[in-house]
C-alpha cells in the first residue's frame, strides 16, 4: 500500500488539505508515537487518529466515554467505506460476539469502546489477541479529578501502556487550561509524548452579547435571523426550559425541551430528534449537549449568565462544528449576577473556594461588559493573544460609552444619603423624585439627593445601577432583602477621583445592526434547500442523522458550483470516492431538475 495520510484525506475523506496541526499529529501517531492533543471543539480531533489508523497495521482503539455517540460516529466511518464498529451496552450478547470476532481476526480498522469494557478482563483478553493499531482516548480531560466530567474508569487507562508498551497513544481534549493539561499527561503516563496546542479561537462563530430588556422577545428577534436552523438555547432552571420551549412552538418553531427532570425516554426522544431531523431547536439546561458533536448547529443562545469563561466557550463551542458561519448569542442582566452571587455565597463550599467562584464571574461578567472585542477577551482568558476579530458584536458595532461619572456620583450619594437600606426600585424612585407612599414614609422626600436624577429617564438609571453593581462598586446585600450598598471601591469616585466611564444601553440605531449581523436564511437557495431534503430523505431511509450523509458545507458547495459530471462533483470537498458511489447520481439528479 501506498497510502499517504494526504491521499487518504483526500480519496477517503474528500478533504483537499488538512487542517493546521493534523498534518503533524497523524505523521506523530502513524510513526508509532504518543501525542497529546488539545483542539477546540470543531477543530477536526477524530481525523487526528482516523487516519493513522488507516495507515497502520491492525484495528485502532477507541475509548470515548459518550455512548451516545458512538453509534453515529461508526455510521458515518461505515458511510465512508471504513470497517468500523462499536462495543457498549446497547450491543445484545450476540452482536457483541461478532464484533469481537472481528476486532480479533484482523478485520477491523476501528472499534469504538466505552472505557468500563476497556478495562474487564475479558477485553484485555481481546486485545492480547488481537493487533492493536494504536490506542486513542477521546475526551481525554475525564481523567481530571478537578474537572466536572471526571470519570472514574479513566485513571485505569494508564494500563494500556503497561500491558503494550509498543502500541502507540493520542489522547484528545477540547479542555484548554494548563492544569487540566498536566493531569492528562500524568494520570494516562503520557510524559513521553509529544503535546499539539491548537488555536482555541472559533473564526466561524460570531459572538454576540446583549443586556437583557425583553428577554422572550430578544430571543425571538435573534432566532428570526436563524429560520429552519438548528440551535440549542439554555436557560438556567427546568421551567424556564419548559416556558420557553412552549413560547418557541408557539412562535411556530420546531422546539424540544430537555432537562434533568424530564423521563429518561422522552430525553433520549428528543435528543434523536434534535440529531436527526433538520432545523431543530433544543431548549435545554446545561444538562444537554456533553458529547454533541451534530456539526451544522448554527446557534447557541444563552438566556441566563453561565458560571464561568469557560462553560461559556464550552457551551457556545457547541455550535459550527462544521466550520459554516454560526452565531453564540446570550442575553443577561444583572438579576443574573445577583443570583449567583448569592448562589456562590450561600453554598456549602470553604471560602477559598467561594473566592474561585466570585472571580470567574467576575471575568465571565468582564467578558459580558467589554467595550473592546469579544474574541480578544475570549483568547486571552486561555492565555491566547490575538487582534480584534471583526467578527463580533463589539467589532461590528462598537458601542458607545459616556462619561458616566456624574450619573455614578447622584446614584451612589442617593445610595448613601438613604441610609444603604433599600433596593433599587426605591433608590432610583429616590432619584427621579417620585412621589410614593414609600418616600413618604421615610421623608425621603426632603433628601439632597430627591430628584437629582429626574434629567434621565428610569432605563437610563437601572443601567447605571447595573454597571455600578457589575463593577463591585455597589453591592446588593441578600440578607437584607437586596439592599445596596456601597464597596470601597466606590470612595473614589465619590470624591471625584475616578472617572467612571459607561456603556449606553442603545449602541447604535437599531437598522444598522440588523443588516450588518442578519444571518437570514429566507432567500435561500432553492437547489441547497432541494439538495437538504434529498439528504433528509436518504438519511431517514438509512436511519443515521443527515450530516452523515453528507454536511451543510459540502451541499452549500454543490449548489454554488452546480457540477454537471461525475468528475465535477468529485471536485467538492466531502465526497470521498464511497460517497461519490453512493450518492453521485442522486445528487447529480436533484442539481439537474434545481
Ligand atoms: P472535534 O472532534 O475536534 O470536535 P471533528 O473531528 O468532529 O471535530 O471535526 C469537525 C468537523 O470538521 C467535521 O465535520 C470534520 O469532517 C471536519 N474536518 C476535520 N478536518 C477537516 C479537514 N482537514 N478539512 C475539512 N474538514 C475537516
Ligand atoms: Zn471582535
Not at 102 to 112: H, M, N, T, W
Not at 167 to 191: C, N, Q, S
Not at 488 to 498: N, S
Amino acid at each position: 500500500m501506498s497510502d499517504t495520510p494526504l491521499s487518504l484525506l483526500n480519496r477517503v475523506f474528500g478533504y483537499p488539505a488538512f487542517r493546521g496541526e493534523q498534518a503533524a499529529i497523524v505523521d506523530t501517531v502513524a510513526a508509532g508515537g504518543d501525542a497529546l492533543v488539545l483542539m477546540p471543539t470543531g477543530g477536526g480531533k477524530s481525523l487526528c487518529f482516523q487516519i493513522p489508523a488507516l495507515l497502520r497495521e491492525g484495528c485502532a482503539v477507541v475509548v470515548s466515554p459518550l455512548i451516545a455517540l458512538m453509534q453515529d460516529q461508526v455510521a458515518a466511518l461505515k458511510e465512508l467505506g471504513i470497517a468500523a464498529e462499536f462495543l457498549n451496552s446497547s450491543l445484545d450478547g450476540a452482536t457483541a460476539a461478532q464484533v469481537e470476532r472481528e476486532f480479533v481476526s484482523g478485520q477491523l480498522k476501528l472499534l469504538y469502546v466505552a472505557p468500563e469494557r476497556l478495562l474487564t478482563p475479558r477485553f484485555q483478553s481481546l486485545l492480547e489477541q488481537a493487533r492493536v493499531a494504536l490506542f486513542a482516548i477521546d475526551e481525554a480531560h475525564c481523567v481530571s479529578q478537578w474537572g466536572h466530567d471526571f470519570r472514574p474508569e479513566y485513571l485505569g487507562l494508564s494500563a494500556l501502556h503497561e500491558r503494550f508498551p509498543e502500541v502507540p497513544r493520542i489522547a484528545l481534549t477540547a479542555t484548554a487550561d494548563t492544569a487540566t493539561r498536566a493531569e492528562i499527561l500524568t494520570r494516562l503516563d503520557l510524559g513521553a509524548a509529544r503535546v499539539f496546542v491548537a488555536s482555541f479561537d472559533r473564526p466561524n462563530i460570531r459572538y454576540r452579547i446583549s443586556e437583557k430588556s425583553d428577554p422572550r422577545r430578544q430571543l425571538l428577534d435573534f432566532l428570526g435571523e436563524h429560520k429552519c436552523e438548528a440551535g440549542i438555547v439554555y436557560c438556567s432552571t427546568r421551567k424556564k426550559v419548559e416556558e420557553t420551549a412552549d413560547a418557541l412552538k408557539q412562535a411556530g418553531f420546531t422546539a424540544l425541551p430537555y432537562h434533568g427532570g424530564m423521563d429518561n425516554d422522552t430525553r433520549r426522544r428528543h435528543q434523536e430528534k434534535f440529531l436527526r431531523e433538520d432545523g431543530v431547536i433544543m431548549v435545554a439546561t446545561l444538562a444537554f449537549g456533553m458529547g454533541i458533536d451534530k456539526p451544522d448547529v448554527r446557534f447557541v443562545a444563552h438566556m441566563d449568565l453561565p458560571r464561568s469563561v469557560e462553560g461559556y466557550y464550552q457551551e457556545t463551542g457547541r455550535a459550527g462544528r462544521d466550520g459554516e458561519p454560526a452565531e453564540a448569542w446570550m442575553a443577561w442582566g444583572l438579576q443574573d449576577v445577583v443570583t449567583q452571587r448569592r448562589f456562590i455565597d450561600e453554598g456549602e463550599a470553604e471560602d477559598a473556594h467561594k473566592r474561585v467562584g466570585h472571580a470567574k464571574l467576575d471575568a465571565l461578567v468582564g467578558l459580558a461588559e467589554a467595550a473592546s472585542c469579544r474574541r480578544v477577551a475570549l483568547l486571552s482568558y486561555f492565555g491566547e493573544a490575538s487582534q480584534p476579530c471583526g467578527n463580533c458584536d463589539v467589532c461590528i458595532n462598537p458601542p458607545i460609552l459616556w462619561d458616566g461619572t456624574e450619573a455614578a456620583q447622584k446614584l451612589l450619594s442617593a445610595v448613601y444619603r438613604t441610609g444603604q437600606r433599600f433596593g433599587a426600585g426605591h433608590v432610583i424612585d429616590v432619584l427621579l423624585g417620585k412621589t410614593t407612599e414609600k418616600i413618604d414614609r421615610f421623608g425621603h422626600g426632603q433628601l439632597s439627593v430627591f430628584g437629582i436624577g429626574a434629567g434621565q429617564t428610569d432605563k437610563v438609571w437601572r443601567a447605571v445601577l447595573r454597571q455600578l453593581v457589575v463593577r463591585g462598586l455597589l453591592e446588593v446585600d441578600h440578607s437584607a432583602f437586596g439592599a445596596l450598598k456601597l464597596t470601597p471601591a466606590a470612595r473614589p469616585v465619590l470624591k471625584g477621583e475616578e472617572t467612571v466611564m459607561l456603556r449606553a444601553i442603545e449602541a447604535r440605531p437599531a437598522r444598522s445592526r440588523k443588516t450588518r449581523l442578519a444571518v437570514d436564511h429566507s432567500d435561500e437557495d432553492p437547489l441547497f434547500l432541494a439538495l437538504r431534503a434529498w439528504r433528509r430523505e436518504t438519511a431517514n431511509q438509512k436511519g443515521v442523522p443527515a450530516y452523515v450523509i453528507l454536511h451543510d458545507a459540502t451541499l452549500r458547495e454543490i449548489a454554488a458550483r452546480r457540477p454537471a459530471t461525475r468528475a465535477e462533483l468529485g471536485e467538492i470537498a466531502g465526497l470521498g470516492t464511497k460517497k461519490l458511489e453512493a450518492y453521485g447520481e442522486a445528487v447529480l439528479a436533484v442539481v439537474k431538475e434545481g
